[in-house]
């Protein structure tokens, strides 16, 4: 049955249903081995939690996260350590972190409310490509904002805030029964920008308590090192985002010096 | 050998990938072959030995420990092939003769197939194919287990999940219709 077939006469055969579809499929393969690149894509594969078909079940379009096994060994280790210094425990479920083929540089967020977790997104290279510098600032920076961010005054003023936007609202519905929504829609609108820009105002404000706080815990000239090993990895070191400071903001807080130091390779790196 | 894979796959539940390439190691040239005979393309079987192996990595911890490694990979490359081949359509594709030099290098080399023959090859597998692709998606399935992997309806049965009875059924069906629908094609 597995014989292959291959007489020229084939046509003038009586039809043979089995015959046709062995032919088809062949006879059992000699074993194809594959070349090691192929394991290695595996491996990046294996890394990345990459999704590949799941027999038609649904699932929602949501990043997936890597489970605590899943955090490579030496991320792990690095947080261990800088919750150490820092005197904190120590909780493997506290840091989440996701590689991402799409991601082309790290980036760490620290949660303000509820439990304290660390999200770290990664580019696929980085667990092989990223020095231990960039890492510790990277671990460090989501810790301490996390910290930061649970400080009663901080706590106080992002409630007050959320109190304005409350107030925003029913000063919109209260102008829009009283017919006049334009100016009930212009106030919220002034009241919601102003709670925006104090709320953008705040999270830089916690950037920059963080900072210093993680020269507390790793010394200023890892940090400098690592904060400029991140600008040397970014494409855009100066670029700002929505309650973010730009790495060279950081660099210039942090290690007294500004970009031109940068570019003429003045930096602090040994 | 069993105790090493056992071990194996102990160590790759718990997160050891270096295990893991252990077990690609000593598979993978099996299952790449298995994927080969069922969709001809190469790429296209090495995208399917992959996954199959990722399917796998996610799934070692509901492994039923000590049972043999083999079988559970073929199963999980099986449902992941015609998953995929479904997925894009892999009978709709027009074979070429690349194709069928591709996927049987050591029986063209031995051989000695001539040009006009391949050609014939060529011709008569696109009939196939062609009737294939005015089947439904179950009956493809049940043709390529029991004629691209080997299986019996009884292994079919426990890699779809599907009772025996049904695989015999949609077996049948298939067969009935591509009777039909070859011999129209040979006329």
Known sequence: MKEKNFDKNKQQEPFDLEKRLTAYYGPPLQEQPLSSSSWQNLRLRLDSQEDVGRGGR???????????????????????????????????????????????????????????????????????????????????????RSICARKPTYILGRLLLAGVVLLAGIMLTLFWTHHLPLVGFSIALMLCASVAGLLHMQARSIAFHADTLIVLWLGREPVCSGLHALANRSRAPRRRRWGEPSLVERIGRVCGTRMEARENQLTLIG | MATCETELIESATHGDQEAFRHLWEAHHAAAMAAALRL?????????????????????????????????????????????????????????????????????SLDSHMEQADLQEQVALREEVQHALAQLNAEQRKVIALRYGADLTEVDIAQVLGWPVGTVKSRLNRARERLRVLLNDGGR
Request: aromatic share 8%; glycine share 4%.
């Open chain 1, 58 to 144: 649904f699932h929602w379009p949501l990043p997936r996260k890597r489970s605590r096994a899943d955090v490579p060994p030496s991320i792990q280790d690095a947080l261990a350590r800088i919750a150490y210094e820092a005197r904190i425990p120590y909780i493997p479920s506290m840091l989440r972190c996701q590689l991402a083929l799409r991601v082309q540089e790290p980036t760490v967020h620290g949660s303000w409310l509820g439990k304290r977790t660390i999200r770290l997104l990664l580019p696929v290279n980085a667990v092989t490509t990223m020095g231990q510098a960039e890492l510790d600032v990277l671990l460090a920076t989501g810790l301490a």
């Open chain 2, 39 to 107: 969709c001809h393309q190469r790429a296209l079987a090495e995208e399917i030995t992959q996954g199959a192996f990722l399917l796998a990595w996610r799934g070692l911890p509901r492994f039923q420990k000590g049972s043999p490694f083999r079988p559970w990979l073929m199963r999980i490359l099986y449902r992941h092939a015609l998953d995929t081949m479904e997925k894009q359509r892999t009978y709709l594709q027009p074979l070429s003769l690349d194709v069928v030099l591709e996927s049987e290098v050591p029986l």
